[in-house]
């Protein structure tokens, strides 16, 4: 059964850091995994897609890497902003037809 | 381009009351899904929409119906409402399944109260 993991629950950084988000899997047998963003009462907004031959996938200053032997994805923020607080999910394939989402990073950035 | 629309935004039941949430989407994908977030517990599957004409269930089928009306629609029946059912709703859409490698679009979610 896939499972997915987030850790740390939340973080705080400083504006301006470099900050790395994690994301495990149980399962390697993925068609991809993504990564989206959840401002507060609002629906998720996909970030980047990573296909399961792939190892990593670049938009603006996010870097998504994907480690399918080990199970594991990052999500790299460069110069974090204000901005960029919210909270970041990935999401694996799981069987034929369906997601699994972890529960989420919480992200703060401080001005 | 509205993308993928959920009505309504908040809605609050009595146990044993029924009631739909709707979904449309303008970017003539083929699969739609339902899903809810809890705290704790992130999201999950309800019912999924392949194509026009099929659905199927998801993870946590049980008290809920759905209809795909059309290409752009997608309905979520609650027929007797729960307190366990109280959660916020969220409809999404992809080009096509989860092979295809398309991205998951969401809408703002039905915040529902059941008491």
């Given amino acids: 059964k896939q499972e997915v993991t987030q850790i740390p629950a939340a973080l705080s950084v400083p504006e301006g850091e470099n900050l790395v988000l994690n994301c495990s899997f149980t399962d390697s047998a993925i068609y991809n995994l993504q990564w989206f963003r959840q401002d507060p009462g609002k629906g998720l907004t996909s970030l980047l897609l990573i296909q399961s031959s792939q190892r990593e996938q670049t938009s603006g200053r996010l870097n998504a890497s994907l480690d399918k032997s080990s199970g594991r994805s990052t999500l790299y923020i460069a110069a974090s902003q204000p901005g960029d607080s919210a909270t970041y999910l990935c999401a694996v394939t799981s069987g034929t037809y369906k997601y699994i989402f972890g529960t989420g990073t919480r992200l703060k950035v401080l001005a | ?115």
């Fill in chain 2, 1 to 115: 381009n509205a993308g993928v629309t959920q009505t309504p935004k908040f809605q609050v039941l009595k146990t044993g009351q029924s009631m739909t949430l709707q979904c449309a989407q303008d970017m003539n994908h083929n699969s739609m899904y339902w899903y809810r977030q809890d705290p704790g517990m992130g999201l999950r599957l309800i019912y999924y929409s392949a194509s026009e004409g099929t659905t199927d269930k998801g993870e946590v089928p049980n008290g809920y119906n759905v209809s795909r009306l059309n290409k752009r629609e997608f309905s979520l029946r609650l027929e007797s409402a729960a307190p366990s059912q109280t959660s916020v709703y969220f409809c999404a859409s992809s080009e096509a399944g989860i092979r295809s490698n398309s991205p998951l679009h969401f809408g703002n979610g039905t915040r529902l109260t059941v008491t």
